[in-house]
């Protein structure tokens, strides 16, 4: 692997990781939305990460190398799928969405599991932030040697 190819996984993570950020943003901010365009409550939505796979000419020119041909390719974010647990009833008689016993159905986002998540992807956020300066950092002292 070179120095480029550390950059690049690098950045997709981060990319994925942002996209990933912006999600739970979006869940925190909805977290009260109890009518969406669709009809009914907000839906939590999660990212769904997996390898990049290497494309083909990469694949060869490695092959050719005889470099590891198991060499991983980065991240990237292969859809966004809405959660699929149950909304919550709460007992609300004067909502405009109150059902006519006076419960209205709201967002299945937990605040305390979007904390969580907020952490954990800002930890991997500054980790392929840190692994893109030590790249540098590398580029930099290999440069500078005399």
């Known amino acids: ?3 480029n190819e550390a950059f690049e996984i ?3 993570g981060i990319e994925a990781q942002r996209r990933t950020l912006e999600l739970i943003s979006s869940n925190i901010a909805n977290i009260n939305t109890t009518r969406t365009i669709y009809g009914g409550p907000y839906r939590r939505k999660v990212a769904v990460l997996s390898e990049k796979p290497l494309d083909f000419a990469r694949q060869l020119s490695l092959a050719q190398d005889r470099l590891a041909a198991r060499m991983a390719g980065g991240v990237e974010v292969v859809d966004v799928v809405e959660d699929s647990t149950p909304f919550q009833k709460v007992y609300k008689p004067g909502h405009p969405d109150a059902d006519a016993q006076g419960f209205v159905l709201m ?3 937990n605040l305390a ?3 969580v998540d907020l952490t954990y992807a800002s930890q991997l956020y500054n980790a392929n932030i840190t692994a893109f300066n030590s790249t540098k950092k590398m580029a930099q002292d290999t440069l500078s040697i005399q």
Do not use: F, L, R
């Open 107 to 109: 967002p299945n986002v």
């Open 1 to 3: 692997m070179g120095i």
């Open 10 to 12: 690098s950045v997709e």
């Open 113 to 115: 599991n979007e904390m």
